[in-house]
């Protein structure tokens, strides 16, 4: 499985930027995604997730009520709709991805699969 995030940038406070995650080798609706980030000299922290049935999402309580995320089985991809943003939230994004069903998803450790990270910069 290959990850490939995406639609990182610079952006003021307030303002929104989308991020997609494209996955090769394997369809997202077998795959649990997930959305971490990682600020300068922080620990990767948990974002969001969205079971490989689609229908359950969860957020972390820094983005509840700002992120939305979403996915595309035809274009096997998972999106992350950022609003409100903070400067608070900017970090390198990694979109994670995962086989196993039955597996605590708000975790580093229940996901095999990375990408490469996309840096979101909000601006004050």
């Known amino acids: 499985v290959q990850l490939q995030a995406s639609g990182g940038g610079l952006v003021q406070a307030g303002g929104s930027l989308r991020l997609s995650c494209a996955v090769s080798g394997r369809t997202i609706n077998n795959l649990n995604m997930g959305w971490f980030r990682q600020a300068p000299g922080m620990e990767r922290e948990f974002v969001v997730a969205i079971r490989w049935s689609g229908s359950i999402t969860y957020y972390s309580d820094p983005v509840k009520g700002r992120f939305i995320t979403s996915r595309s089985v035809a274009k096997n991809e998972i999106y992350l709709q950022m609003n409100s943003l903070k400067p608070e939230d900017t970090a390198v994004y990694y979109c994670?991805?995962?086989?196993?069903?039955?597996?605590?998803?708000?975790?580093?450790?229940?996901?095999?699969?990375w990408g490469q990270g996309t840096q979101v910069t909000v601006s004050s």
């Open positions: 994670a991805a995962d086989g196993r069903r039955s597996v605590a998803v708000g975790v580093e450790r229940s996901y095999d699969y």
